[in-house]
């Protein structure tokens, strides 16, 4: 086999193989006799078949099928000759295949790009730094009060958060409009789900009352012939109901499973859970940011033939995000959606990959049995959990990469310019802003 390799543009290489073509003769023949034992033709016996007839039959499918087997062989061989590494299939090109001549042919690839990591030292991080207070427990007790409230009905005027049943019917210059008409329809005042305007002129209404309300369409309205348009709404008031929040009793605490110990130990149970949130966005806005200075200060070519890949999957999780049950051909998503993110996600995956070897990361099973012990300890029956894991390969090997990442991440830190930033529960818990539009192409929010 003689094999010629040759750097076109960039990561692209072509390489043209060229195989005896003895060797090709050789297993057409080969071929061809396994053809004739196994091949049915009416006029012949089984496995009597001639050789002639069989070649006049299946000859050329033949020496296109063995031809195929010698290329995907041989360029196997010749990358490891080589000591290339394809990132991808390769597009094969200029075949020669004929008889009595030797097989020829052009494999057009991209290869891996050579990584040489810049230091660490370059990539600052802003370390969250925060506590969960006895302000913070009260007020999250009081959210989960507000989440678990119901509406009450009351006799009197309706106001803010009050919830309203009413009748409805809309009209512009005096007509009718499609979706403008509704009964028994539920509207909570100050919730911004009706048209400007709407909620507040129904403030100070009481059951059975009767008002029309004027307003205008915004200009941004979904309905194309109702954009800016003013409208009349006459509106009858079934019913006020206001909220009314459960009281913090033994019932309420056993639906965060909290069976005995009452407020005591309700509290130390939704501390303990905002300490968890908490460390957790902590853990994450430093991932986000260790990736980020990572990626800024190694820029590296990206095989196209990988992005290709992670479009592909970033568009089939898209489909089922939107409901797998559809049939969706991913065709029909344009690419340009995924192009930033496809490409980010590559260029780290490579710099990731290339921080373990380089720095001979090897996963901490110690770490691996800490997170899975965690993860289990959320259900009922940890044990059964913790097995599950560990006599699953597939689950296992996915705990062991999140570990392997986390040990990359803490190289990162450790070496990065970090400076811890005082901050309240509400602000490190809340997700890091979005990049400027500007630069959102270039390096948008880590997964």
């Known amino acids: 086999m003689q094999v010629t390799l040759e750097t076109t543009s960039g990561l692209e290489r072509r390489m043209r193989i060229s195989v005896p073509g003895e060797e090709l003769e050789t297993k057409v023949a080969e071929k061809l006799k396994q053809t004739a034992q196994q091949v049915k033709i009416k006029g012949f016996r089984p496995g009597k078949v001639p050789l002639r007839e069989v070649k006049r039959r299946f000859g050329d499918g033949i020496r296109q099928e063995v031809g195929s087997e010698i290329m995907q062989s041989s360029f196997a061989a ?57 302000a913070d427990v009260d007020k999250m007790i009081e959210t989960l ?22 009748d409805f019917e809309g009209t512009v210059d005096g ?20 048209i400007p305007g709407f909620e507040e002129g129904i403030k100070g209404m009481k059951a059975g009352d009767s008002k029309d309300v004027s307003v205008t369409f915004p200009e941004d309205y979904q309905a194309e012939d109702l954009k800016g348009k003013a409208a009349v709404f006459a509106i009858k008031v079934n019913k006020v109901s206001e909220s009314s929040k459960p009281e913090l009793n033994d019932a309420f605490f056993e639906q965060f499973g909290v069976k005995e110990g009452g407020m005591d130990a309700f509290r130390n149970e939704v501390s303990a859970n905002m300490e968890k949130e908490l460390g957790a966005a902590t853990k994450s806005k430093v ?80 770490r691996v049995k800490t997170m899975i012990h965690d993860m289990a300890s959320s259900y009922e029956d940890p044990e059964q959990v913790i097995n599950y894991y560990y006599n699953d390969q597939q689950q296992l090997a996915q705990i062991q990469n999140l570990v392997l990442e986390d040990q990359v991440i803490d190289l990162i830190v450790a070496g990065a310019k970090v400076s811890d930033v005082e901050q309240s529960y509400e602000e490190a818990i809340k997700p890091a802003a979005p990049a400027p539009v500007e630069e959102a192409s270039e390096e948008p929010s880590a997964d």
């Open 78 to 134: 010749a990358v490891q000759q080589e000591s290339v590494s394809p990132a991808g299939m390769p597009q094969i090109e200029d075949v020669k295949i004929e008889a009595g001549q030797d097989l020829e042919f052009t494999a057009v690839f991209e290869v891996f790009p050579e990584i040489q990591l810049l230091g660490f030292e370059g990539i600052e991080i802003e370390r969250p730094v925060a506590k969960v207070t006895p």
């Open 145 to 166: 009060q507000t989440q678990r409230a119901e509406f009450v009905e009351v006799e009197r005027a309706c106001d803010t958060d009050d919830q309203v049943n009413i």
């Open 287 to 366: 991932k986000n940011q260790a990736l980020d200075g990572l990626q800024k200060v190694n820029e590296i070519s990206l095989p196209k033939a990988l992005i290709d890949q992670e479009i592909e999957r970033l568009k089939q999780e898209a489909i089922q995000q939107f409901g797998g049950q559809m049939n969706i051909d991913t065709s029909m998503l344009p690419s340009e959606m995924f192009i930033s993110q496809a490409e980010k996600r590559v260029s780290l995956g490579l710099l990731v990959n290339s921080i373990v070897e380089q720095h001979e990361v090897k996963v901490d099973d110690d």
């Open 175 to 194: 007509e009718l409009f499609d979706g403008g008409k509704a009964e028994g329809s539920d509207v909570v005042i100050g919730s911004g789900s009706m």
